[in-house]
């Protein structure tokens, strides 16, 4: 299971995930305690990943977006005088996509 959430509500989920299953943080911010967790339910968790942009990556993603190859998942869109609803949104933790705010 890969969780592109703060580390803090993957082991707060740790119930969900089944024995010997992979937790993959980006960030880490685990303890002691979440690994010894970890550990009892068998889980292998990669807490350290270093994610490097590329600019060559970067140009295929972006051709890709206006192609319509990939199309990003927005889940709301908000006014800039809307900022503060925008970051409750996301602290709902049940956002599925992108939240925007525009400009």
Known sequence: MFWKLLAVKIFRNLFR???Y???VA???GHTSEDERLAHEKNLHA???MSVYSSGRDMQKIASLLEKGI????I???FAFNEIAKAHDQIET???I???VVEL
């Open 17 to 19: 995930f089944k024995p």
């Open 21 to 23: 299953g992979t937790i």
């Open 26 to 28: 980006l960030p880490s």
């Open 46 to 48: 990669c807490y350290f």
């Open 70 to 73: 990939i199309k990003p998942h």
């Open 75 to 77: 889940s709301h869109v």
């Open 93 to 95: 933790g049940r956002t």
């Open 97 to 99: 996509g992108k939240v």
